[in-house]
């Protein structure tokens, strides 16, 4: 089979599908598969199929690497699955194997070249690509289908992202290079040439050969091809989605960011966590980081809780204003005076000296309507009453 397969391509310039060198296989795509994800695609070329589903997460959720390298944790993670299934066999289902974790290594390069900054789109982003039917080239179809889902679930990709896998048939002097192989082809050739990339240039490659070595003349051609080759199916890639979507997917976590004063991160988080805690159960449950610059993000799926979460900090963040009035609530009595609740951690005092003597004595819940007279260094604000108000 290996001596006759080699024989057709090598001497009549056939390949068992009836395919000339440089031509690639039948290819379609489709996005936004699954209705509930934050993105999916499906990438079919012959009879290599790949669905890809993108889930966007917080930038708190990035995965933390327990190893020997520098590289602490992980923003972006792509999980390549291999079944049985795909290649007609049947097997058990177990953690990854060195090929799996290979392949989702490579394409996870390929697309860390063109995904935007943190500070652009500060998610973290897990991709996990599931191989529905193999026949060559799979790894290269993840690409593929995980640039389609990225772009569709609106991570704003600098560019798509296609790869192909280029073979080789050497018999001495003569020798084929073959574009988008298929299972045989690589099992009976000399070599497997991955080459992923834009219309701008390569993002990632990886070379297996059976031979002894390739010549560069070969290594350029087989460049040059895989590049023509690239490009056709990027082309048509864009028939199915051009550009990155303007907006994450509905079902994806909106986000906000701000800027508070590093000074000011303690009041944000409070003696261990309550007040962010409390502004997190009050905002519907979104997730808050905060990182040592002072910068805050906020995610949740619904707006109006991004909104009044960034409102409640604002109102521990932003200090009231000398002069303003505002109408605030009893909460605390002492000798002295009274503590009233301003905004949202807030407190003013309002001592006796500022109450004018015909006035009753103040009680706990009542609402009083008072003037910002003074802050100190401490940022403590003293208070003067403009009139009282019923008791709720």
Same mark, same amino acid.
């Given at each position: ?9 090598? &001497?009549?310039?056939?390949?068992? %599908? ?15 598969? /699954? ?13 290599? #199929? ?5 889930? !966007?997460? *917080?930038?708190?959720?990035? #995965?933390?690497? %327990? ?45 860390? #070249?063109? !995904? ?13 690509? @599931?191989? /529905? *039917? ?13 640039? $389609? ?30 574009? %988008? ?23 990632? $490659? ?28 990027? %082309? ?20 906000? #960011? ?26 519907? &449950? ?22 009044? *979460? @960034? ?6 963040? @932003? ?22 609740? !301003? ?50």
């Amino acid at each position: 089979m290996k001596k006759l397969v080699r024989d057709f391509i090598i &001497n009549k310039k056939i390949r068992l %599908d009836g395919r000339v060198n440089n031509e690639i296989r039948p290819l379609t795509s489709i996005i936004d598969v /699954l209705p509930i994800v934050h993105g999916s695609a499906l990438f079919t070329r012959g009879e290599t #199929q790949v669905l890809s589903i993108v889930t !966007l997460g *917080a930038m708190g959720e990035h #995965q933390i690497i %327990d190893g020997l390298t520098e590289e602490e944790s992980k923003r972006f993670m792509l999980h390549y699955n291999f079944p049985s299934f795909s290649v007609g066999e049947t097997g058990r289902f177990g953690p990854p194997n060195r090929r799996e974790i290979g392949h989702g290594a490579l394409a996870e390069k390929a697309l860390l #070249q063109v !995904l935007p900054s943190i500070d652009d789109f500060p998610y973290t982003i897990r991709v996990v690509t @599931e191989v /529905l *039917a193999s026949n060559g080239s799979t790894s290269q179809a993840a690409i593929c289908a995980s640039s $389609l889902a990225l772009m569709a679930s609106g991570v704003p990709l600098k560019s798509g992202v296609a790869g192909i896998a280029m073979g080789l048939i050497k018999e001495g002097n003569d020798y084929v290079i073959l574009s %988008d192989i298929q299972g045989s082809e690589d099992h009976f050739g000399d070599m497997d040439f991955k080459v992923s990339g834009t219309n701008q240039g390569i993002c990632a $490659l990886q070379m297996d050969i059976k031979i002894d070595g390739i010549t560069m003349e070969i290594f350029k051609e087989a460049l040059l091809q895989a590049k023509i080759g690239r490009k056709h199916i990027l %082309d048509n890639m864009k028939q199915t989605i051009n550009i990155s979507r303007n907006k994450v997917n509905k079902n994806a976590p909106k986000i906000k #960011q701000l800027q508070i004063p590093i000074n000011r991160i303690r009041d944000v988080i409070g003696a261990g966590g309550k007040v962010i805690t409390n502004i997190v159960e009050t905002s519907s &449950n979104v997730k808050i980081d905060i990182n040592d610059q002072g910068k805050v993000t906020i995610y949740h799926k619904d707006e109006a809780s991004i909104l009044m *979460a @960034e409102k409640l900090i604002k109102d521990i963040i @932003e200090p009231v204003i000398i002069g303003e009035i505002i109408t605030g609530t009893v909460v605390r009595i002492e000798k002295f005076g009274y503590f009233i609740n !301003l905004k949202e951690n807030i407190d003013g005092l309002l001592h006796n000296s500022k109450i004018p003597k015909n006035k009753p004595l103040l009680k706990l819940k009542q609402e009083v309507t008072v003037k910002v007279i003074s802050i100190d260094e401490k940022n403590r604000v003293n208070l003067e009453l403009i009139n009282e108000i019923k008791i709720k």
